[in-house]
Structure formats: structure tokens, C-alpha cells
């Protein structure tokens, strides 16, 4: 199986939607630890309770970035974790970072992109009037939400939506995603070539009959 860390920042609402699909012994990735740069963090007590390893980083008792990232890659590897999953997650990672996990790490940002980079997604796209919004699984790389994409979910925008009833939407569909995608890499149905992802041609139909 796919050894994974999942790192949090905050709910951790995502983390535990790859945590409850990798409960299921068919699943082909096993959740080695959550790890957290804040103490606080609300995914941590879920994590507990379903016996998952749950660490703290805290980047604030770290002197530099560099030390910071030290201590968690120090922190994964411990946990014999090979691939690494950002779930809200909201520190920037170093290109070193980057490097050390180069086609390891992937993170779910909730917007189609290349579309609405960076924060406050929901707000920009109810702003420009789109009547599509989404989330997009996506391998990471030096620049901010950019990198191959992996997989995307798409919901409507709908009259009257707010940034949170958007938000709300989107986030269901990003349970459903993150899952997916992992469980495509693990079973080698998504292969990272250069810099595109290339989907295996029944897992493409898969993909379809979940949206
Ligand atoms: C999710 O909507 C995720 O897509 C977003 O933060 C939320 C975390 O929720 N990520 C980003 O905005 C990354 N730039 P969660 O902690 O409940 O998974």
C-alpha cells in the first residue's frame, strides 16, 4: 500500500475523508500519520480517536522555515510516510520541500483550476459571476496552485450562493475527490509524465460515473 501523511492546518475535514476512505481494506493507501503546524488544530482529535498517529509541528517554534520543514520531514519519514497529502495545509512549502517529495506531494485546492489561484476562491468566482466553480487535486509544484492536475470535480453556482454556501458545496465534492484521486496513484491508474498526469483509460469512465 501507499504509505501517506497527511498534513493540516486547521478542520482537517479532507483528512478525514482520506482517513475513512483508507479504512476500507480494498483501499490502496494506508494513512501513516497527521501531522499539524497548529497545536490547535481541530483534524488532530479526529486523527487521535481513529488511532492515527497525529504529530505537531509547530512552525512558531521553529527559528526558520528551513528548520521548520527539517522537523517535518524528520516527522514523516519516522512514520514511513512515501507520499504526502496537503489538506489545508496553509503554509507555503519550499521549493526544497518540493524537491525532497518531487511527484509525492499533492494538494486539493477548492477551485477548477488554472481558475482562481491563491485564496478567497469561493468570494472571486460568486464575484465574476461563474456558474461553475469546483476543486482540483493536483500534484505540487515551485509556484503557488499551479502543477500537474490529477483530478477535478465540478459543482454549479447557484442563485443567491454565498461564499460559504459555495464553500459548503464545493467541500462535499472535495470529500469525494481527494479519495479518488489518491487511490488513481496508488493503483498506478494516474502516472505523472513530465508535467501532465495521465489517467488510465477506465478510471477516466470511473471518474465520470462520480460526478
Ligand atoms: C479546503 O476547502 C481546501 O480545499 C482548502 O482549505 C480547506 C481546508 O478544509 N485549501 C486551500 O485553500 C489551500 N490553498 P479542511 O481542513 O476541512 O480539509
Known sequence: KLKVGILI?????????????????????????????????????FARARGIP???VDHKAHASKAEFEAAVIDALVAHGVDFVCLAGFMR???????ERWHN?????HPSLLPSYKGLHTHERAIADGVKLAGCTVHFVRAEMDAGPIVAQAAVPVVAGDTPDSLAARILTAEHRLYPLAV?????????????RVEIAPGAVDETARLF
Open 104 to 108: 509525492r506531494l499533492i494538494n486539493i
Open 183 to 195: 487511490r488513481l496513484i496508488a493503483e498506478g491508474k494516474a502516472k505523472i509524465t513530465g508535467e
Open 9 to 45: 492546518s486547521g478542520r482537517g475535514s479532507n483528512m478525514a475523508a482520506l482517513v475513512e476512505a483508507a479504512q476500507d481494506p480494498a483501499f490502496p493507501a494506508e494513512i501513516c500519520c497527521v501531522l499539524s503546524n497548529r497545536p490547535d488544530a481541530k483534524g488532530l482529535d
Open 54 to 56: 497525529a504529530v505537531v
Open 92 to 98: 507555503i512549502v519550499s521549493p526544497a520541500f518540493i
